[in-house]
């Protein structure tokens, strides 16, 4: 009986299909970490992001480094040296003016395959949070309406996200 079950476990994990870009120095789970461009995306966006799967590794095809999360897929592109977190349908991409999303149809104007794609639209985003997008109030926003955590924050504030005043909003 036990060796009938073994057989099962074993068939049933050989049927699962794993992405040709996993490597196979790919941690489990539990040892896996994110480290520099990816690990500033998970800080920012920690709940959207999710936790790890593997650790980062290359696409042998066009050499960008992937991480797989719970939520999605962290890529750094070589054609632009952007990093971007996607769920499949939103991607974040951190570039120029701090982290942006946008569709996974769209692109801004400073992506470099941004000719073949329909433009995000425009964000306004307040000055005061240089690294995310946080549009000016009105509304008033608080922590719980934003995905954003341990951002910097410079005056003045209007959402009142650095209630200690140290220049980190939405601490974790
Ligand atoms: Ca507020
Ligand atoms: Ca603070």
Redesign the pocket.
Known sequence: MRQFRLFVLITVLASVSLPSTVSSDAASADSCRFVLGFKTIHDLIPGVVGTCLANEHYNPTNGDALQETTNGLLVWRKSDNFTVFTDGHRSWVNGPFGLRMRLNTQRFPWESDAARFPPAPEQLCDPSYPTVCIPPPPP???CQDIPFRDFTVLPLDP???DGDNDRIGCET
């Open positions: 008033d926003l608080d959402h009142r996200l």
